[in-house]
């Protein structure tokens, strides 16, 4: 059964610092997720990752992911207030018969702060 | 996203009386999905639709059925709702190119 734990569960951050949210996923995958929820919305993708060593940013927010580890990380640089939300990965199931069933970490509710 | 319509967004109901959430696509995607949303679990899989008729049991799925009778509908019933299943229902479609998500429906039983 694959699970997926994501650290910290919250995190409050100062404006303009720099941090990693990290995903471990117990079962090898060839896919990982990253998406952004605000506050009573729906899910918004960030980033996937197809393969070992990957490597995608998009303004403050850079993500990687290393399959050997079965690890992706989230690096959030210089904060910015606008970045609060929860951030959830999610990691495409494995096997011949996963019709692409998605196992999530609990997410990790960012405040940022002044 | 407009690919996605869940119907209702917030409903409120008994425990002990049937609900039915919808989920409508126009995206024509094959895969369907049913997950719920709890605080400190994130999404968890519910139900899934791999075809018309094709469906499968998620990691939470009692209490829950599901049908899909076309493409673009995929339906979540709770036959006799509890307190337990108060929580925000999230379907989505996937395809070769990701995954959309609908905008939830918030559900209370009271």
């Known amino acids: 059964e694959l699970k997926v734990e994501q650290n910290p569960l919250f995190l409050s951050m100062q404006e303009g610092k720099n941090y990693t949210i990290y995903c471990n996923y117990s079962?090898?995958?060839?896919?990982l997720y990253w998406y952004r929820q605000d506050p009573g919305k729906s899910l918004e993708s960030l980033f996937v990752?197809?393969?070992?060593?990957a490597v995608k940013q998009e303004g403050r927010l850079m993500a990687s992911l290393d399959t050997k580890a079965r690890l992706s990380t989230l690096h959030i640089t210089a904060a910015v207030h606008d970045l609060s939300a929860t951030y959830f990965c999610?990691?495409?199931?494995?096997?011949?018969?996963?019709?692409?069933?998605?196992?999530f970490g609990q997410g990790t509710i960012l405040t940022v702060h002044p | 996203d407009a690919g996605i319509t869940q119907s209702p967004r917030h409903k409120v109901t008994e425990t002990g009386t049937p609900v039915t959430l919808r989920c409508h696509q126009t995206?024509?995607?094959?895969?369907m999905y049913w997950y719920r949303q709890d605080p400190g679990h994130g999404l968890r899989l519910i139900h899934y639709?791999?075809?018309?008729?094709?469906?499968d049991k998620g990691e939470v799925s009692d209490g829950y059925s599901v049908s899909r009778s076309k493409t673009e509908d995929f339906l979540l019933t709770l036959e006799s709702a509890t307190s337990s299943q108060t929580s925000v229902y999230f379907c989505?479609?996937?395809?070769?190119?990701?995954?959309?998500f609908g905008s939830g429906t918030r559900l209370t039983v009271v």
């Open positions: 995206e024509n995607h094959r895969y």
């Open positions: 989505a479609t996937g395809s070769n190119y990701g995954y959309t």
């Open positions: 990752l197809l393969s070992n060593g």
């Open positions: 999610a990691v495409a199931n494995p096997g011949g018969t996963s019709y692409g069933k998605l196992t």
């Open positions: 079962t090898t995958s060839d896919r």
């Open positions: 639709s791999y075809g018309v008729k094709d469906t």
